[in-house]
């Protein structure tokens, strides 16, 4: 007897190619019950169908995934293109601004070399002499101005304080507030008790009654904002 016409090997190939396995055992084994090899036969192409249904399945799953890595690739691609061409743009761009520095360098080198030309050829004339002579001279004028102006500007600031400590330099702005005549014991302002200030007339809330400029004055008052 032959390997292939073995019990086991039949049942082997059953399982591992049911349809080699199910010849062999329709060829082979006559002694089996016609019932018998009709059930194995069932039992193991279901079993076979399913397998197939299977692996058919999977490669299914398989090439979908494949499909979709396949797209996202591509998706990835046409960015990657997309930032090379922008990078392409910058760098055309860097290109040109580049070319414009180096032509504004060159530019600049032969500016500098007819200003030390210039200055070379002005070294060796007289010229020089009467620059710095003009330039000293300029900035003795300049240090006489500046203690000009150091010096008004105290003077501004002595008077400025001078003004303000003394009361009878305050000058009325109101439309309807009267000058302050030089006299201050004839002049007559409106005071109250607890106040403060002095006023040429009611000013807000209290009692006012009159007094002369000079009383107010000695009583330490200063005038009022609003009404002077």
């Not at 049942?11 to 090899?37: D, H, I, N, R």
């Not at 400025?160 to 004839?186: F, H, I, L, R």
């Given at each position: ?140 004028e300049n240090t006489k101005l500046t203690e000009e102006n150091e010096k008004l500007a105290a003077q501004s600031a ?31 302002v409106l005071v109250t008790k607890t106040g403060s200030k002095y006023h040429n007339h009611k000013c807000g809330n209290g009692t006012y009654y009159e007094a002369t400029l000079e009383d107010a004055l ?11």
């Open positions: 007897m032959k390997w292939y016409q073995k019990t086991r090997w039949i049942l082997a190939l059953l399982v591992l190619c049911f349809p080699l396995g199910c010849f062999l055992m329709w060829q082979y084994k006559k002694e089996w019950k016609t019932t018998s090899k009709a059930g194995a036969s069932a039992v193991f192409a279901v079993f076979f169908l399913a397998v197939l249904l299977s692996t058919f399945s999977s490669g299914t799953s398989q090439t979908a995934a494949l499909t979709d890595q396949l797209k996202t690739v591509q998706a990835e691609k046409q960015e990657l293109e997309t930032q090379i061409e922008s990078l392409s743009a910058d760098l055309s761009a860097l290109n040109d601004e580049n070319q414009t520095n180096a032509a504004r360098i060159e530019e600049l080198q032969d500016q500098l070399e007819t200003a030390e030309q210039t200055i070379a050829s002005m070294a060796d004339s007289d010229s020089t002499e009467e620059l710095q002579s003009q330039i000293d001279a300029l900035q003795s002595s008077a400025s304080n001078s003004s303000k400590s003394s009361p009878d330099a305050t000058v009325s702005s109101g439309a309807d507030a009267p000058s302050q005549p030089a006299d201050t014991d004839s002049q007559i000695a009583r330490g008052l200063t005038p009022c904002k609003k009404c002077f």
